[in-house]
């Protein structure tokens, strides 16, 4: 059981490239979510889906879009990086939002230069 | 609004002795609260979390949280600390009432020294 699957793990880009991070779960959950990781920070919440077909902004959404592609992938797209989106991004999913458990993928390092 | 207060950045210990990491949090109504470990270079482990009845809640490798409405705590403890909970300890908390995500604390580096 793979649990939530990220891709790539590294990645380097240059400013104003594009790419977009994949995320795969296996646990048939309905909500999914993208945070990143910056020292001194926490984490942060990107854009979350609640459930297939719908998504949502969280505390740090500017410079990022996401698609719900079916119930198990969501991605995350970064359009034009720049170098403030150098972090660590994290997928995770639950089955539900409330208080169900968040399980975590194991993370993607992107530096933008 | 919702948050979590994780005050202390750093937090050391002696191998053997308890520790306890702290959290605070503020939400409008009742909340659902976690913790979570992440080791260097890995992505965020579940330990334990508050949904509903007893406070005190016993989580994975010998941790425990309790709950505390009153003093809005849930401070993460362990009897006796090993070298291996060295690690960075995150908090979070989610309103029960609405549909907001959970929000989480900036963490708590924990070194076990030996």
């Known amino acids: 059981n793979a649990g939530v699957t990220q891709t790539p793990k590294f990645q380097v880009l240059k400013t104003g490239q594009s790419m977009t991070l994949q995320c795969a779960q296996d646990?048939?959950?309905?909500?999914m979510y993208w945070y990143r990781q910056d020292p001194g920070m926490g984490l942060r919440l990107i854009y979350y889906s609640a459930s297939e077909g719908t998504t949502d902004k969280g505390e740090v959404p500017n410079g990022y879009n996401v698609s719900r592609l079916n119930k198990r992938e969501f991605s995350l797209r970064l359009e034009s990086a720049a170098p403030s989106q150098t972090s660590v991004y994290f997928c995770?999913?639950?089955?539900?939002?409330?208080?169900?458990?968040?399980?975590f993928g194991e993370g993607s390092w992107l530096t933008v230069v | 609004a919702q948050s979590v207060a994780q005050p202390e950045d750093q937090v050391n210990v002696a191998e053997g002795n308890p520790l306890t990491v702290k959290c605070t949090y503020s939400v409008s109504g009742n909340p659902y609260l976690f913790w979570y470990v992440q080791y260097p270079n890995r992505g965020l482990q579940f330990l334990l979390k508050y949904i509903t009845g007893d406070n005190l809640v016993k989580g994975s490798y010998g941790f425990e949280a309790e709950f505390n409405k009153s003093q809005t705590s849930f401070h993460l403890k362990k009897p006796s600390a090993l070298v291996s909970d060295s690690a960075l300890y995150f908090c979070?908390?989610?309103?029960?009432?609405?549909?907001?995500?959970?929000?989480f604390g900036k963490g708590t580096r924990l070194s076990v020294i030996a």
């Open positions: 979070a908390v989610r309103d029960r009432s609405g549909n907001t995500p959970l929000v």
């Open positions: 995770a999913s639950s089955e539900e939002a409330g208080g169900y458990t968040i399980y």
């Open positions: 646990m048939n959950h309905n909500s």
